[in-house]
């Protein structure tokens, strides 16, 4: 609407929130926003038992010798 507005947001793990309908903004930034951890078997089998997709990549710059996992921290319901 003409003017960003930085700010921050703790949410908690299995809560649902109310998400405002006057700012699109703010509802497609938390649909697109990513995490990139290095991969480790912990955190797949972690996503794996909550049921949150994921995707591993190698890293390109050092010829894929690192992985890492990336996914949505948050799920967002319409």
Known sequence: ???LQ???AV???GVEYELPEDDPAFVESLKKETYTKHWSQAIEDK???MGIPYEVKNCK???GRVKKIIYHPVEVHE
Request: glycine share 14%; with cysteine.
């Open 47 to 49: 996503l794996k038992s």
């Open 11 to 13: 949410l908690d793990p």
């Open 1 to 3: 609407k003409g003017y």
């Open 61 to 63: 710059q050092c010829g």
């Open 6 to 8: 930085y700010s921050y």
